[in-house]
């Protein structure tokens, strides 16, 4: 984001130098105070997604453990944390971007479901292949993994700019065990396309403009109209 000219804000995580667990209420309490304080342009979430995984669905089958049963109830109380922050966001004018991936459960929650219902949020479809997401095959051999993602934002130059499938240029490989851990962190590509989206709305809205409609991918026909004010 600073590479682009775009100040970046704090971000809250498990892991990293200081670790941050948004299960402990002080910390969510401490995150809705900064969110009101600092006002981000774009508030991004990429909660985790164990326990909407779709290992985890074919499980359900089975006797529950008392650990998953814990895993999903943390699971659905961080989404509808996410939801609280997200309508927030357009309450406030401002935007927001979830990630999560396109098979996950999680999209079946209600509050996300009511979420992707507001007027102005889009879900935006992406294979995470085409901005360069690569695992290893079992030669060591660096080849593209496909990670299907579902982006909601508020946001249509964002949704534009991360609405891309896989164009079926090349064959991927599935993600395991320690493959599917390493892609929890974005691609540089993906980080480019999320600042370009913010760059283009910023320029959109300063212009007085808003965006009529999004389909997904480069193709996307988005009219342009003039905000009026009131």
Aim: net charge positive.
């Amino acid at each position: 984001a600073e590479e682009r000219g775009m100040q970046a804000g704090g971000s809250y995580d498990i892991t990293g130098d200081e670790p941050k667990d948004i299960r402990d209420p002080k910390v969510r309490q401490e995150i809705r105070s900064e969110v009101k304080k600092k006002k981000p342009r774009v508030l991004v979430g990429s909660p985790p997604c164990t326990a909407f995984s779709q290992l985890q669905r074919l499980n359900q089958s089975s006797e529950g453990s008392e650990s998953r049963i814990i895993s999903w109830a943390e699971g659905v109380a961080f989404m509808a944390f996410c939801a609280e922050l997200y309508g927030e966001q357009i309450r406030e004018g401002r935007y927001f971007l979830h990630e999560h991936p396109t098979p996950a459960t999680s999209w079946e929650l209600k509050p996300m479901k009511a979420l992707a219902d507001r007027h102005g949020v889009i879900l935006a479809k992406a294979d995470q292949c085409m901005f360069g997401l690569m695992t290893k095959d079992e030669y060591g051999r660096a080849v593209p993994a496909k990670k299907p993602t579902t982006f909601m934002t508020n946001s249509v130059e964002i949704a534009r700019e991360l609405g891309r499938k896989c164009d079926g240029g090349h064959s991927h490989f599935p993600f395991t065990g320690a493959r599917a851990a390493a892609a929890q962190h974005y691609p540089k590509g993906l980080c480019e396309a999320i600042c370009k989206g913010i760059k283009k709305q910023r320029v959109m809205d300063e212009a007085g403009l808003h965006a009529v409609g999004v389909a997904e991918g480069p193709q996307a026909e988005v009219e342009a109209a003039p905000r009026f004010p009131g």
